[in-house]
């Protein structure tokens, strides 16, 4: 985990109704916000802080709507404290050390490790947080050493996204297989269209668009020279030499994917459910959902799960946690996780209202299977996911260029991710 930025303010600080030299409360709070937890401070106690990453207006006050409808009968307001995503973490450590960390944490799922182990979290049910009812792999994301710490509204995945003319055409129905993916790409290239699209960049994206190929095949990231993964990396090298993939897919991130499928130069693509606001506004290309191929016929596909959960930071004023734990049981009930799903295009996690989803938004019912089978990156490695990731971005990368083969790749990731610990 990063250093604790921020600096701890200086002056007088007060303990037990006793004034304390200045040093000993900076050491005090530096230690508290190592672990999450600033030091005593006065805030509001009708309001429940929330930092999260919803600095788009239009999300923030969808946000605000439901904490809203949950607040309102608490006798509570909640008050939003949006940054961007990629400055969550360094906000929280900023605000933990100058004593105005926020009652509830909202964090990427594949953030959370780092901040559970500090011990800085409350285990939601300490916090008085229903945790039954939700999918296993929605529980996944937000546990750390087997212990729940966060909670996720909804989730999203990834999923083969089709243009129905395109294929219908070709008399192709959506592939099932690797082998008819193969085959369905090689016969929808034609002209200016790539049969498949798919983002294979050195970064997050590439890497969570390559899970669901790595792990159907039986790939492990735990130990990622296991001799199966190699079989992804081939697949994805043949689509390439085939030709039904462009060689620009090691620069393409998953927005510029869509971009691709929009503009018809892509038949297929594997992409999620935040391209649904793009693909439903736009009249030239009609497109349909279905699972992402798989090695063998009858297998699960097992793609990543992704999305932010809630967490409650620890708190000496446990009233203040109980609110915050209230305001989550709310959030999560089944009526207003479909509705927020529904809202931003992610599937509920608790199972009865993914049901409910599936069955009210059938164009989208696929992505609401394939999260029943979607594991979390960081089930298996906690914190040491991001060398993980970088590890096999650089096997996809070094092997869709041409430098190595996809066992010498996978050697090397190994390598580089037990270097790494």
Known sequence: MPS?????????????????????????????????????????????????????????????????????????????????????????????????????????????????????????KEAGVDTSGFSASATSLGSYDGVQYGVARSVNSLALIYNTKLLKDAGIDPPRTWAELREAAKKLTEGDTYGMAFSASPNADGVYQFLPFFWSAGGDEAKLDNGKGEAALQLWKDLLADGSASRSVVNWNQQDVNDQFVAGRAAMMINGPWQVPVLSAQKNVDWAVAKIPVPEAGKDAVPPIG??????????????????????????????????????????????????????????????????????RTAKVGTGWPIVGDALAGAFQSVLTGRTSPEQAMDRAQQQASAGK
């Open 307 to 376: 999305g932010t959960v809630m967490a409650v930071p620890k708190n000496e004023d446990r009233a203040r946690e109980k609110r915050a734990g209230d305001l989550l049981n709310c959030l999560n009930s089944e009526q207003n996780q479909l509705q927020w799903g529904e809202s931003v295009n992610n599937v509920p996690t608790r199972a009865s209202a993914a049901q409910a989803y599936a069955e009210q938004n059938p164009k989208l019912a696929p992505f609401a299977e394939l999260v029943t089978t979607a594991r979390s």
């Open 4 to 124: 604790v930025g921020g600096r701890v303010r200086a002056g007088i600080a007060r303990a037990g109704g006793k004034r304390v030299p200045a040093l000993a409360a900076t050491l005090a709070c530096a230690t508290a916000a190592l672990g999450l937890t600033g030091c005593a401070a006065e805030p509001d106690p009708g309001t429940v802080t929330v930092l999260n990453s919803a600095t788009d207006t239009a999300e923030h006050t969808a946000n605000q709507r439901f904490f809203d409808r949950c607040a309102k009968p608490l006798g509570i307001k909640v008050e939003q404290i949006s940054v961007p995503a990629d400055q969550i973490a360094s906000k929280t450590l900023r605000m933990a050390s100058s004593d105005s960390l926020t009652d509830i944490l909202e964090l990427d799922g594949s953030e959370l490790p780092q901040f559970a182990q500090t011990e800085g979290l409350r285990p939601l």
